[in-house]
T-cell receptor, first 118, second 114 residues
Framework: EADIYQTPRYLVIGTGKKITLECSQTMGHDKMYWYQQDPGMELHLIHYSYGVNSTEKGDLSSESTVSRIRTEHFPLTLESARPSHTSQYLCASSPLPGQGGYGDSPLHFGNGTRLTVT | AQSVTQLGSHVSVSEGALVLLRCNYS??????LFWYVQYPNQGLQLLLKYTSAATLVKGINGFEAEFKKSETSFHLTKPSAHMSDAAEYFCAVSDRSNTGKLIFGQGTTLQVKP
């Protein structure tokens, strides 16, 4: 049972359209992440957030943008979709570090949004 | 910098056989390591994690992994495969920074034959 929700699950859209992928979590986690996943490839971090009003770019360059106005909500926006944006987008969150310190908390993932740009 | 290599993009086993999925890591600091499973059209689900306690870590669904520092490995095993184990498996290492982000391997698809 997911505590992190992504909508839509599937989206097919034409080139040039503006889209927003929604992500919400009910766990009160401060940190949230967007990963991009292509078939047979590893997940690449494209955006993350430490908390409200915090957004950072990840390891993989992306033309998308994100916002974090509320703790539970971390939407991703593409101003003008292109076929190269076709991919699966996974949202995740994590709690504060445990006794092990930074990095010992697992990420909790949503079910993903599979985006196809025609 | 941290990185993860998963040996074998596809592994096929018979139902009831041993499952072995290989993961080697590179890390400049003592690593925190994770295994995730992804079923078709779903997100990633945590199987188990290693955070410097016991080197043999038990996870859900009968999976376990052993951290071997000398071999920089964290292989995932299950004594007896079940059809429901067919999925994609990802090994990941934490960058140990305050971002909390994970660096993932390329994944291994496990096929279970009847």
């Amino acid at each position: 049972e997911a505590d992190i929700y992504q909508t839509p699950r599937y989206l097919v859209i034409g080139t040039g359209k503006k889209i927003t992928l929604e992500c919400s979590q009910t766990m009160g986690h401060d940190k949230m992440y967007w990963y991009q996943q292509d078939p047979g490839m590893e997940l690449h971090l494209i955006h993350y957030s430490y908390g409200v009003n915090s957004t950072e770019k990840g390891d993989l360059s992306s033309e998308s943008t994100v916002s974090r106005i509320r703790t539970e909500h971390f939407p991703l926006t593409l101003e003008s979709a292109r076929p190269s944006h076709t991919s699966q987008y996974l949202c995740a969150s994590s709690p504060l570090p445990g006794q092990g310190g930074y990095g010992d908390s697992p990420l909790h993932f949503g079910n993903g949004t599979r985006l196809t740009v025609t | 910098a941290q990185s993860v290599t998963q040996l074998g993009s596809h592994v096929s086993v018979s139902e009831g056989a041993l499952v072995l999925l290989r993961c080697n890591y590179s890390s400049s600091v003592p690593p925190y390591l994770f295994w995730y499973v992804q079923y078709p059209n779903q997100g990633l689900q945590l199987l188990l994690k290693y955070t410097s306690a016991a080197t043999l870590v038990k996870g859900i669904n009968g999976f376990e992994a052993e951290f071997k520092k000398s071999e920089t490995s964290f292989h995932l095993t299950k004594p007896s495969a079940h059809m429901s184990d067919a999925a994609e498996y990802f090994c990941a290492v934490s960058d140990r920074s305050n971002t909390g982000k994970l660096i993932f391997g390329q994944g291994t698809t496990l096929q279970v034959k009847p």
